[in-house]
T-cell receptor, first 114, second 114 residues
Framework: GAGVSQSPSNKVTEKGKDVELRCDPI?????LYWYRQSLGQGLEFLIY????????KSGLPSDRFSAERTGGSVSTLTIQRTQQEDSAVYLC????????????FGSGTRLTVV | DAKTTQPTSMDCAEGRAANLPCNHS???????VYWYRQIHSQGPQYIIH???NNETNEMASLIITEDRKSSTLILPHATLRDTAVYYC???????????????FGKGTKLTVNP
């Protein structure tokens, strides 16, 4: 597609349930990033994938969070045993490799844990 | 931590130029300066980036000082739709086996007034 696609756009879940968020990057973009943004806050880095290299997971807030990227394309962010503080907009971005290329962000998934 | 500092907020009159400053006094020689903006409830949108030279595109101009310790984003004729949070970010080139992530600060809330 022309842009980064994220699904679902909105997700309401009960505390304690697991959720999966999906990101479909731009074709040909080898780098993929997950960020989250809590209400009124800035963007918080979560995880970064680059090609076949081991991902940079340094931003994941707890071991309840995990992400994978299959075949170097689609990525899934999984949150286990969701808590209310996980409520946020989860943003995915993709980019070509190299600092001369900008990121393209998706529209995000708004997660609400009730 | 973000490597940039920006004013928390700015106002601009519609039709006038908006000049958004950014300090990045610890920038390294291979780090690009990127600008993004985020309009309420949308994903961040790429605006422009540069390394040493001033840059211009259909959205904005980027003026980087000779010592590269600061830069200014210029929106030449601001409209009401330019009201957004503007983020200034430095991005490092990927080194072999290394990792990178864009670190977003709190940005500048630009309000364009009629």
């Amino acid at each position: 597609g022309a842009g980064v696609s994220q699904s679902p756009s909105n997700k309401v879940t009960e505390k304690g349930k697991d959720v999966e968020l999906r990101c479909d990057p731009i074709s040909g973009h080898t780098a993929l990033y997950w960020y989250r943004q809590s209400l009124g806050q800035g963007l918080e880095f979560l995880i970064y994938f680059q090609g076949n290299s081991a991902p940079d997971k340094s931003g994941l807030p707890s071991d309840r969070f995990s992400a994978e990227r299959t075949g170097g394309s689609v990525s899934t962010l999984t949150i286990q045993r969701t808590q209310q503080e996980d409520s946020a907009v989860y943003l995915c971005a993709s980019s070509r490799q190299g600092a001369s290329y900008g990121y393209t962000f998706g529209s995000g998934t708004r997660l609400t844990v009730v | 931590d973000a490597k940039t500092t920006q004013p928390t907020s700015m106002d601009c009159a519609e039709g006038r130029a908006a000049n958004l400053p950014c300090n990045h006094s610890t920038i390294s020689g291979n780090e690009y300066v990127y600008w993004y903006r985020q309009i309420h409830s949308q994903g961040p949108q790429y605006i422009i980036h540069g390394l040493k030279n001033n840059e211009t595109n259909e959205m904005a101009s980027l003026i980087i000082t000779e010592d590269r310790k600061s830069s200014t984003l210029i929106l030449p004729h601001a409209t009401l739709r330019d009201t957004a949070v503007y983020y200034c970010i430095v991005r490092v080139s990927i080194t072999q086996g290394g990792s990178e992530k864009l670190v977003f600060g709190k940005g500048t809330k630009l309000t364009v007034n009629p």
